[in-house]
């Protein structure tokens, strides 16, 4: 039965005195580490069971505390597990202390006066929700699907009522990635709010808004009185280009006001402290449409009817962008907030491959640096005081905290934990090494080249090429294992930003509109290129994976060129045409396309990998999630595998039960190993000459 999150999930108090509803806190400190001098091993795929992440960084309003999701691997159960820990003080001298003897405890939040930490507990069926606590500390905003029949008490002696399990689809979006179950569109994300209790009962959670449409990230006024929250309030939004705009309602419930609106969509926004103004993060469709429309920083007054001001209209970087690698704490939430320093706002954005805070004048437009470095911000949290606690990933770093101070000059971030030191004491790993380099019309393009570990410039190596997908995101420094691990299995690994790729600007991140795949492919050949160059990669053995829009980017490049002797497709597109009647969202906007299929079927035809089959003479590997409605394996990898049989160049399919589209980055522990070992043997296969009998089938 599907329940308001206030039940299903456990809302959860701690006081800083004492714990209500749950028993032990536990100490937790980093104790093992590696003999100096001692030899260190390379990294294995099995490692990732040993990881541990650092996910949602809450600072307490004092600055004085930061309380964090830490998540591991049951390596048992093949599951992730999750508590809540805490750091008493900033300075760095103080171990992580255990908070919670929960397995699935996440989204840590402190009451206004720093006396309490609410949390979420949830069941094994329920959703993450989002909520915030009033100012006053008495109540606790929040989503939930809940309808009035799940609130009904089910009367024992009544006979049960057969519901029936036929599915009436009227709605083009049916399917959610990640969601086992059909769309229900009579559940509908709501703002709810609960009064705090003492932990003596479980108090009766409130309805506040109702409608066929979805109410998302609700943040109370200063006062209390007013809910603020996030809409597209359009049915059937897909027939017209993205839309959501700001609300209000009064926080006892009544009517909904609009507060702002901008030609493109809100996403996270933040209520200045006196209640005055709104900020916000906002993306313009622009005229004519775009396939990739940057973020920038906006501010609005809070009272209705205001012109919302671009602050970033002029910096032409990705307002609270991030820099894509596989891993992100799996379970674990990385919320990026927009904080009030006085009359500053501080925000993330990325940047040539890395992204860093930034405080940006409201009056002036200035975007002054808060942190600089190569890394990427992947989470924070701001205090009263105006200090953040952020979690930092690398290249050889999956992610710790630091503490930084919002003012002042920009700050490379010191570390506050080592959760992963006494592990990676143990492992040898190398450092990327960055390259631009110019592409067939002149462009420069952001590179990083990771060699072994023990590399040697006088041997030749076998070289893959990783390809992003999106196709808007970014490659750059964040930590990556399945790089780490290529090399360590002797590859050199190279990976690039081509066009189209976020963190180079509006107009870099929108050239390939209408030409996806095409330019794209011929910067990342450029690329393989001017690594060829440096004379210490064997031409003849080259390989080339990608996932996503990098899948359909590994099928493309197959029919384009012959010069890979393996390729690995993840979760990909084949066929343009199938895709677009079946992937869980719309194309119905002319974004990716000009035209429906059936009106330019010539477009569809030729940007599709399948059309192009017969040039194929590379042996390909198809990783597909059996649940991924994303990339339908239906329109790829079954596509590839059956043309290519039929061909009879060396094909295999390799399907992973269960699994969405989020295989490689929070799959099931076990099937991301066995993911990682099918790519590395393909590729030892053809590129090392291994001898397998799993492919000879």
Do not use: C
């Amino acid at each position: 039965m599907h329940q308001p999150a206030i039940n299903s999930r456990q809302f959860t108090f701690f006081s800083r005195q004492s714990a209500v509803a749950i028993g032990l806190i536990l100490v937790f400190a980093l104790t093992s580490q590696v003999p100096s001098g001692a030899a260190k091993r390379p990294i294995t795929d099995h490692d990732l069971m040993k990881f541990t992440w650092i996910a949602d960084p809450q600072i307490s309003r004092a600055g004085d505390r930061i309380a964090f999701v830490q998540v591991t691997i049951n390596e048992k159960d093949n599951r992730y597990e999750s508590s809540l820990f805490l750091i008493k003080g900033t300075a760095g001298d103080a171990a992580p202390e255990r908070l919670t003897g929960g397995t699935r405890d996440t989204t840590p939040r402190w009451s206004p006066d720093d006396k309490w930490i609410a949390f979420v507990r949830p069941d094994e069926k329920d959703t993450p929700q989002i909520y915030l606590w009033s100012p006053d500390g008495k109540k606790i905003a929040f989503t939930s699907t809940t309808i009035t029949d799940d609130l009904k008490k089910p009367d024992p002696a009544a006979k049960p009522e057969r519901k029936s399990d036929v599915k009436v689809v009227t709605s083009a979006v049916y399917r959610a990635n990640g969601n086992p179950t059909y769309v229900d569109p009579d559940r509908r994300a709501h703002l709810w709010t609960v009064t705090v209790g003492d932990g003596s009962g479980r108090p009766q959670p409130t309805q506040i808004t109702t409608g066929e449409f979805d109410e998302r990230g609700p943040q109370w006024s200063p006062d209390g009185a007013t809910l603020y929250f996030t809409s597209s309030r359009v049915a059937d939004a897909y027939y017209q280009p993205a839309d959501t705009d700001l609300y209000s309602v009064p926080a006892a419930g009544g009517s909904i006001t609009r507060v702002a609106s901008i030609d493109g969509t809100i996403g996270t926004f933040s209520v200045a402290p006196d209640g005055k103004r709104i900020a916000f993060v906002g993306s313009l469709s622009g005229t004519p449409i775009r396939s990739y429309s940057q973020p920038d920083l906006w501010v609005v007054d809070a009272t209705p009817g205001g012109t919302p001001k671009n602050l970033t209209a002029s910096y032409d970087f990705d307002v609270m962008g991030g820099i894509g690698g596989d891993q992100s704490a799996p379970r674990g939430e990385n919320p990026k907030p927009i904080g009030w320093l006085n009359d500053e706002l501080i925000v993330t954005a990325a940047e040539n491959g890395s992204s860093n805070l930034k405080r940006v004048a409201i009056a002036t437009v200035k975007v002054t640096p808060v942190t600089e470095g190569t890394h990427d911000v992947a989470a924070y949290s701001i205090a009263r005081t105006g200090a953040i606690a952020a979690t930092i990933s690398t290249q050889t770093n999956i992610g710790d905290l630091a503490v930084l101070k919002a003012g002042g000059a920009s700050q490379k971030p010191a570390l506050i934990t080592k959760v992963n030191d006494a592990l990676f004491g143990e492992i040898g790993q190398s450092e990327p090494e960055e390259v631009w380099y110019q592409s067939f019309d002149g462009r420069k393009i952001q590179g990083w080249i990771l060699k072994p570990p023990d590399f040697d410039a006088a041997k030749k190596y076998p070289l893959i090429l990783q390809i992003h997908g999106g196709p808007h995101s970014a490659y750059g420094n964040v930590y990556t294992h399945e790089f780490q691990w290529m090399a360590a299995k002797g590859y050199v690994v190279l990976f690039t930003n081509p066009r189209g790729s976020t963190s180079y600007g509006q107009e870099f991140g929108n050239l390939i509109q209408y030409r996806y795949p095409g330019d794209d492919y011929k910067d990342l050949m450029a690329g393989v290129d001017e690594v060829l160059k440096r004379g210490y990669v064997d031409a003849t053995r080259l390989g080339v994976t990608g996932g996503s829009g990098g899948g359909l980017l590994t099928n493309w490049t197959i029919t384009q060129t012959q010069r890979f002797k393996a390729a690995v497709a993840q979760r990909d597109i084949a066929d343009w045409y199938g895709f677009w009647f079946t992937a869980d969202f719309t194309l119905f906007q002319p974004t990716w396309f000009k035209k429906a299929p059936w009106e330019d079927p010539a477009d569809f035809h030729a940007r599709s990998p399948i059309t192009h089959v017969d040039k194929v003479t590379t042996p390909l590997m198809l990783v597909l999630g059996d649940a991924d409605y994303r990339t339908p394996p239906g329109e790829g990898g079954e596509q590839m595998f059956r043309a290519l049989k039929y061909r009879k160049i060396p094909t295999v399919m390799v399907r992973f039960p269960r699994e969405t589209h989020e295989l490689s980055r929070s799959g099931e522990p076990w099937h991301r190993i066995e993911r990682l070992q099918h790519i590395v043997g393909w590729m030892d296969k053809w590129l090392q000459g291994k001898g397998t009998s799993t492919y000879e089938h």
